[in-house]
């Protein structure tokens, strides 16, 4: 067919009936050649359309009629065989059809769940506890969009710490403008909806969480021209739904309270909505920015307030959730930093009063400054704990080293004993052949001269006094292996004071004094008292075991800074675990660490017992235990080493 028609599209070109760049093309499922319409004629065939214009018509050539027709009988011969063998198909999976379709269910249910699990594992989601005391309290709870897309700015998120309980189920938030108060309204709708539809959340695992049966929500504006509703309208008409249907089994989330009217009249319809909310035991959470609203959670059981806290002195929001004290807006300060005049802000100043900014500014500033004495206080805590762990250890080893100086102090003794009784037995031995002999004189004479023999090498033996070498010039004179130069000591040149043994480096010089270093000990001493001197072999080698000594001191120390007493092992494998816990552990008694914490999370307690089931073997291991409500309970375990 391919061949034929190219060689009627090349006779329809010879012959003028076709245009030059005239190609095949296709209509109907049909090759056709496209020939002027004047032509149409000449061009033995059968037409199947024509151009916009008219000028072409395009012509199936005769000779391929048939073929067209044999090709066009071959692809409906073969969509009849794929129908049969479908149908055939069919047939056999029939009676199982049933099956099928428990199958098909069962593998939309894993992928449902694998996808669950690796949107989990993405946005670091945990399994929180289901509470029983109807209590809501979530720590560090993260907007999962907002940690998706901060991790890819390479940008951290200020996570969320929320908690009501009965006694406060309504949280009013208050804030500056940007402050992050409707993100963490949106934080709160979206994990609450994300727990109840199953999802695991972002937020540590021993937060907890309680179900709903109405999640009611209004954020956002949902004027409409259509409905003929304006924004204070449409508020109106959620807030209606809300007070309907809102009972202890009901949850509502509203952006800006009482806004879109004039803000007197709003502040009060929002106030009265408010106790009839809370008058129905409903928990919520509300942002405003009106007053009466902050001072509401004073005067009524079960609302409470929260701030979201400015830093006043960078003027920037922090994006932190206080519960338990209202926010100001900080309008004149963010105004400032936007750039507006500074008249006009005096001028609005002077209009509005400050008495009331004032005093919510510096009760803002006050808790800032609480949490940063705070941060310095647990600071030094921690320092004065590692400090008093050194000392500790320095005491430790003290007594170690006064028990090795008795014992050495001891067998001395002893050994010195054994000597002094060779003697007073080799003494009697002598008395007594004197006796024999008579007082031979000759006899006498070399009894003496090996009691003095004796004498002396026990006197060396006691004494054991090296062999002082020999002086080798007047300018240079050596003393214990190390030579002493006549110039004057330089920086990293090897040092000791005259008339002392101990030989250390040079590292300052400080006008008339000179820092040494002795191993891991730094001397502040007189310059003039030191004296340059040069190191053998031996003493070489000695100082290296003394530096080597030193770095094992300085590696223990950095250990012991850089060892964490608490680790989290939520999300690991049993066998993983063991092996790291196992390691850990090690460290932990050769720092000297006591209390220790693993967070293990609660789960189906797998991790938990085998944990505890190896610290139970563990010899050195005085307790363990669940740690208390407030700090994990069965999802930690404290442990105490011996």
């Known amino acids: 067919m391919r061949n034929k028609i190219q060689?009627?599209?090349?006779?329809?070109?010879?012959?003028?009936w076709s245009k030059d760049d005239a190609e095949v093309t296709i209509r109907n499922g049909r090759s056709v050649i496209p020939v002027l319409a004047a032509e149409k004629r000449q061009l033995k065939g059968f037409v199947h359309d024509e151009s916009r214009t008219g000028q072409l018509v395009y012509i199936e050539p005769i000779e391929l009629f048939e073929t067209n027709n044999e090709l066009r009988e071959l692809e409906m011969d073969e969509l009849q065989e794929i129908n049969?063998?479908?149908?055939?198909?069919?047939?056999?999976?029939?009676?199982?059809?049933?099956?099928?379709q428990e199958a098909?269910?069962?593998?939309?249910?894993?992928?449902?769940?694998r996808a669950k699990a690796k949107l989990a594992m993405d946005i670091d989601a945990h399994l929180p506890i289901l509470s029983t005391d109807n209590q809501m309290n979530w720590m560090q709870a993260r907007h999962p969009i907002l940690l998706i897309s901060h991790r890819q700015k390479g940008k951290n998120i200020i996570?969320?710490?929320l908690e009501l309980t009965p006694q406060g189920r309504i949280l009013i938030i208050s804030g500056p403008n940007a402050g992050g108060k409707s993100?963490?309204?949106k934080t709160v709708g979206l994990l609450q909806y994300m727990f109840q539809c199953g999802l695991l959340v972002p937020m540590r695992q021993n937060s907890e969480m309680r179900l709903f049966n109405h999640l009611l929500i209004d954020i956002g504006d949902q004027q409409s021209i259509e409905n003929d509703l304006s924004t204070y309208s449409s508020h109106l008409l959620n807030l209606r739904h809300f007070l309907q249907y809102s009972d202890a089994e009901s949850l509502f989330l509203i952006d800006e309270l009482g806004t879109g009217t004039e803000p007197a009249i709003g502040g009060a319809i929002a106030e009265a909505a408010l106790e009839q909310l809370n008058d129905a035991k409903a928990f919520g959470v509300v942002t405003t920015h009106y007053g009466n609203l902050k001072a509401l959670a004073g005067k009524v059981e079960g609302i409470v307030n929260g701030a979201m806290l400015f830093d006043t002195r960078e003027l920037r929001p922090l994006y932190r959730l206080k519960i338990g004290q209202p926010g100001s807006s900080f309008a004149f300060e963010i105004a400032?930093?936007?750039?507006?005049?500074?008249?006009l802000l005096q001028r609005a100043s002077t209009k509005s009063g400050r008495k009331e900014v004032n005093f919510d500014q510096r009760l803002q500033e006050v808790e800032l400054e609480k949490e940063r004495l705070e941060l310095k206080a647990n600071e030094l805590e921690f320092t004065d704990n590692a400090l008093k762990e050194l000392v500790e250890k320095y005491n430790a080893m003290n007594e170690k080293l006064q028990l090795e100086k008795n014992m050495l102090m001891h067998e001395a003794r002893a050994k010195a004993k054994e000597i002094i009784k060779d003697a007073n037995r080799l003494v009697e031995k002598t008395i007594r052949e004197i006796k024999e002999s008579e007082a031979n004189k000759e006899k006498v004479k070399e009894l003496r001269t090996t009691l003095e023999s004796t004498h002396n090498e026990l006197v060396d033996k006691v004494l054991e006094k090296p062999e002082l070498p020999k002086v080798v010039t007047t300018k240079t004179k050596v003393i214990?292996?190390?030579?002493?130069?006549a110039e004057s000591p330089l920086l990293e040149d090897m040092v000791r004071l005259i008339g002392q043994q101990t030989v250390g480096k040079l590292e300052q010089i400080k006008g008339k004094n000179a820092v040494i270093s002795f191993d891991s000990i730094r001397v502040t001493v007189p310059y003039l008292q030191l004296e340059k001197v040069q190191v053998n072999k031996n003493q070489a080698l000695k100082q290296s075991s003394n530096t080597q000594y030193s770095s094992i001191l300085q590696n223990i120390h950095e250990r012991s800074l850089q060892f964490k007493p608490s680790i989290d092992l939520r999300g690991k494998r049993a066998e993983e675990t063991l092996n790291f816990v196992k390691s850990w552990l090690d460290e932990a008694m050769l720092l000297s660490q006591k209390d220790l914490e693993i967070l293990h999370g609660t789960g189906n307690g797998i991790l938990r017992q085998v944990i505890r089931d190896y610290l139970s073997s563990v010899k050195q291991v005085e307790r363990f235990s669940d740690a208390s409500l407030e700090m994990g309970g069965g999802g930690k375990t404290l442990i105490k080493l011996r």
């Open 480 to 485: 214990d292996e190390v030579k002493v130069l």
């Open 104 to 113: 098909y269910q069962y593998l939309g249910i894993i992928d449902f769940n």
């Open 183 to 185: 993100v963490c309204l």
């Open 336 to 343: 400032r930093k936007m750039g507006i005049e500074e008249q």
């Open 84 to 100: 049969r063998i479908l149908l055939q198909f069919a047939y056999q999976l029939r009676p199982d059809i049933d099956a099928l």
């Open 7 to 16: 060689q009627s599209l090349q006779l329809s070109k010879s012959k003028g």
């Open 159 to 161: 996570p969320l710490d």
